[in-house]
Antibody, heavy 114, light 107 residues
Framework: EVQLVESGGGLVQPGRSLKLSCAASGFTFSNYGMHWIRQAPTKGLEWVASISPSGGSTYYRDSVKGRFTISRDNAKSTLYLQMDSLRSEDTATYYC???????WGQGVMVTVSS | DIQMTQSPSSLPASLGDRVTITCRASQDIGNYLRWFQQKPGKSPRLMIYGATNLANGVPSRFSGSRSGSDYSLTINSLESEDMAIYYCLQHNEYPYTFGAGTKLELK
């Protein structure tokens, strides 16, 4: 059974950093691209970043480029999102999803507030 | 960026109705279009991929179609469990972009 479990969320002050993790199981993690997708409270879905199976290619939405870093450790079957210089507008539930978006994690809440 | 214009934003319907939700792409995206269902407090669920293909476990009353730059999700014979918010997603090019969502609710 495919499982994606996010962790690392919480309350953080503007300008600070947070690192999200997504532990994958039930499939060959190293064969699949992965995504981070977020959803602000009461708002729609927003794609954040993607990474290729090897980790050699990464893609970001403009509003997080230079502040967020997506990475992966295929030996640990884990996806990461390093979030620096956080802003209030980054407040959202963050989901990791497999490349085909067939599988999603349960989401982790990130609140950026002073 | 490719804009996905989704309509309607709200869709009141009765059980047993046939309903259609549409997304219009601002540029050519081929068939790189997916539909998701999201219920309150839950993660999105993939319903349709490749514009017309039913994802695993999705009931056959759901279907996807394409006419030019218009992509549609149709639900035949609406059931209570179908009440949710539906989103389209284009994944033809980065940045991937979602439609704004359609809230399907009981009339």
């Amino acid at each position: 059974e495919v499982q994606l479990v996010e962790s690392g969320g919480g309350l953080v002050q503007p300008g600070r950093s947070l690192k999200l993790s997504c532990a994958a199981s039930g499939f060959t993690f190293s064969n699949y691209g992965m995504h981070w997708i977020r959803q602000a409270p009461t708002k729609g879905l927003e794609w954040v970043a993607s990474i290729s199976p090897s980790g050699g290619s990464t893609y970001y939405r403009d509003s997080v480029k230079g502040r967020f870093t997506i990475s992966r450790d295929n030996a640990k079957s884990t996806l990461y999102l390093q979030m620096d210089s956080l802003r209030s507008e980054d407040t959202a539930t963050y989901y990791c999803a497999t490349g085909g978006t067939h599988y999603w994690g349960q989401g982790v809440m990130v609140t950026v507030s002073s | 960026d490719i804009q996905m214009t989704q309509s309607p934003s709200s869709l009141p319907a009765s059980l047993g109705d046939r309903v259609t939700i549409t997304c219009r792409a601002s540029q050519d995206i081929g068939n790189y279009l997916r539909w998701f269902q999201q219920k309150p407090g839950k993660s999105p669920r993939l319903m349709i991929y490749g514009a017309t293909n039913l994802a695993n476990g999705v009931p056959s009353r759901f279907s996807g179609s394409r006419s030019g730059s218009d992509y549609s999700l149709t639900i035949n014979s609406l059931e209570s469990e179908d009440m949710a918010i539906y989103y389209c997603l284009q994944h033809n090019e980065y940045p991937y972009t979602f439609g704004a969502g359609t809230k399907l609710e009981l009339k």
